[in-house]
């Protein structure tokens, strides 16, 4: 017959990326989500069964993948923790975790194996082998390891404790996320098809970037802004940053300390081969601008 996964959240973006892969690895797929229209054309399309509540999509399922946004990640798991069957697993991908982390603890209680995993890629991702997953123990870390491994043994899966995790992602997310919205909000509205029709390497790079970023989800850059415990902390000391960085002697001394720390890792001949690839790249997948002159 095969496991049964439950994915709520399954027309997502995140939501269908789970569903594809997990039906590829044989599993019968089951989906929820609060959008029917979709969630109906989805189970259509790819023979997915579809629920009528969040409730019903778990009652019977092996395998539970919670994929919502983040602020609702504790409504959502309070909602089915009583639903849940004895012996199942629930695999919870929310950006941060610390906020429903205590859930997490008690369905173990109560018979259940959860699993917090942050895939570290968006939807569009497809080799699995170039994938990276954070994986945060909740209360058997061994096992909870090689659940996860079994599932993508593929992937690269980095370890790390709650709280670390949280405090990592105010800078891998967070502190990426404010400042490519800054630059944009910096970079007015008439100035840029000039600096586009100028850009070198870096600008170009930055701009795509930062482009990137303005066209996600609402919901997720408010969450990824304003839902870590973390994030303010690391806004300050950048901010802070920007401001010290205004004095020239300031500027010197930390050019040193930055070469001091990247040099062991970074080899400046490969990072400029890299950097003018990406722009070559970026520049070749643009769709073409007015070729107007600028006045």
């Not at 229209?37 to 629920?51: C, G, I, K």
């Not at 009528?52 to 994929?67: C, G, M, T």
């Not at 996860?148 to 043994?153: E, G, K, N, T, Y």
Request: one cysteine or more; proline letters at 3%; aromatic letters at 8%.
């Amino acid at each position: 017959m095969g496991f049964k996964a439950s994915i709520i959240g399954g027309a997502g973006g995140m939501g269908q990326w789970f569903a594809r892969y997990l039906s590829h690895l044989g599993y019968r797929i089951k989906i929820s989500d609060v959008d029917t229209n979709r969630m109906m054309e989805l189970a259509n399309d790819f023979n997915y069964q579809h629920s009528k509540s969040n409730i019903d999509a778990v009652v019977d399922a092996d395998f539970v993948l919670v994929s919502v946004p983040t602020t609702h990640m504790e409504s959502v798991i309070d909602e089915i923790s009583e639903s849940i069957k004895e012996g199942a697993i629930v695999c919870e991908i929310a950006s941060f975790k610390m906020q429903h982390f205590n859930q997490l603890e008690s369905l173990n209680g109560k018979g259940v194996t959860t699993l917090s995993l942050h895939p570290m890629f968006g939807p569009s991702a497809e080799r699995v082998e170039d994938l990276t997953f954070g994986l945060i123990p909740v209360k058997n870390p061994e096992e909870e390891e090689q659940i996860a491994r079994s599932l993508f043994p593929e992937a690269d899966i980095i370890v790390i404790d709650v709280e670390t995790h949280d405090r990592v992602m105010a800078h891998v997310l967070s502190l990426t996320y404010l400042m490519n919205l800054a630059f944009s909000m910096t970079v007015g509205e008439k100035e840029v098809k000039l600096l586009k029709k100028l850009a070198g390497t870096s600008f170009t790079i930055q701009m795509g970037l930062a482009e990137s970023i303005v066209f996600e989800n609402s919901e997720l850059v408010e969450t990824i802004l304003y839902s870590n415990l973390y994030t303010c902390e690391t806004i300050s000391r950048f901010i802070q940053n920007v401001e010290t960085l205004k004095d020239r002697d300031v500027l010197k001394n930390e050019l040193v300390k930055l070469k001091n720390r990247f040099k062991e890792n970074l080899d400046k001949k490969s990072v400029d081969n890299w950097r003018y690839e990406t722009y070559l790249s970026y520049r070749k997948a643009m769709q073409p601008g007015d070729k107007t002159p600028v006045s």
